[in-house]
């Protein structure tokens, strides 16, 4: 356990040296006719909710509720049943121990959240996810026999307070490709209202998405799609300054690195 206080981890998920004209293409954010119109759909909902004064959390969330209503694609499902241990991976090399608390921001469908579960002892694992119908999904998933016996405390949530958590303070945050996929000012809130579950030696491990170079120092958020955001390493440490953490960045290699970023986005 790293002892300074308030520590944030941040992982790459992905980075190349692309020419900027290409970085959509890379993303995948722009190839096929499905893709188009579902970033004209995002588009045009997004500014409906923005005029009706309605959140991004508010809008993201119906957004992955519905994805969870259509259901995998079929060619996804091997890879869903089989990934997720990576991350577990990552945090046991990083002292995690069925002894300690965590908590996931952002859990999705628990495709990593449940090789947590199982890991950790019965109790320790919270997490959270605005979007009910991915957690149902994983519920469904994990079964309620082992959902009972392991006993995991899992939330739908519809802020960035953490005050949800009632004052529960954990060992671990983990949050892998969630940040990229909220806009400024809600990463600042949950930087800022994360420390409410930290205690001096806590630590959390967040990834974010970089898929190009810049110039060293350079602090730049690039918006990709409305619901995709790439933003440099500069610019999270220049909030996790004003907020009392320290920050290291992990390199952590290319074939360990957690997948699923493309998967539920
Ligand atoms: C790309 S998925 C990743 C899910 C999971 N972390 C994984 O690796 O499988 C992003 C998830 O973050 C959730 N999410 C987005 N913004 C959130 C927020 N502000 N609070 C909690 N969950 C959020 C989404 O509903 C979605 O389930």
Not at 50 to 57: A, K
Not at 61 to 89: F, H, V, Y
Request: hydrophobic residues 35%; contains cysteine; glycine residues 8%.
């Amino acid at each position: 356990m790293p002892s300074t206080p308030y520590s944030v981890w941040l992982g790459r998920t992905a980075k190349t040296t692309l020419p900027s004209f290409l970085h959509p293409l890379a993303s995948g954010a722009y190839v096929g006719s499905k893709a188009r119109l579902q970033i004209a759909r995002d588009y045009l909902e997004r500014a409906f909710f923005r005029l009706s004064g309605r959140s991004y959390l508010e809008w993201y969330a119906r957004r992955q509720d519905r994805a969870a209503e259509a259901g995998w694609p079929a060619e996804l499902l091997p890879w869903l049943r089989t990934s997720g241990k990576e991350d577990l991976d990552i945090l046991i090399d990083l002292s995690l121990r069925p002894q300690h608390t965590l908590h996931g921001f952002g859990i999705g469908f628990l495709r990593c959240a449940a090789w947590f579960i199982d890991y950790l002892e019965p109790g320790n694992f919270s997490g959270n996810d605005t979007s009910g119908g991915r957690i149902k999904e994983g519920r469904e998933a994990m079964g309620r026999e082992k959902l009972l016996a392991r006993n995991p405390r899992l939330l739908v949530t519809s802020d960035n307070s953490f005050d949800w958590m009632e004052g529960h303070q954990v060992d671990y945050i983990w949050s892998h490709a969630v940040f990229s996929h909220m806009p400024d000012e809600d990463v600042e809130d949950t930087i800022r209202n994360m420390c409410k579950i930290m205690h001096a030696g806590s630590a959390a491990l967040v990834t974010y998405s970089q898929l190009y170079e810049l110039a060293p120092g350079e602090r730049r958020v690039y918006q990709q799609t409305t619901a995709n955001f790439q933003r440099t390493l500069a610019w999270y440490e220049g909030i996790v300054a004003q907020h009392g953490f320290d920050i290291t960045e992990l390199d952590v290699p290319a074939e360990r690195r957690p997948t699923g970023t493309r998967a539920s986005a």
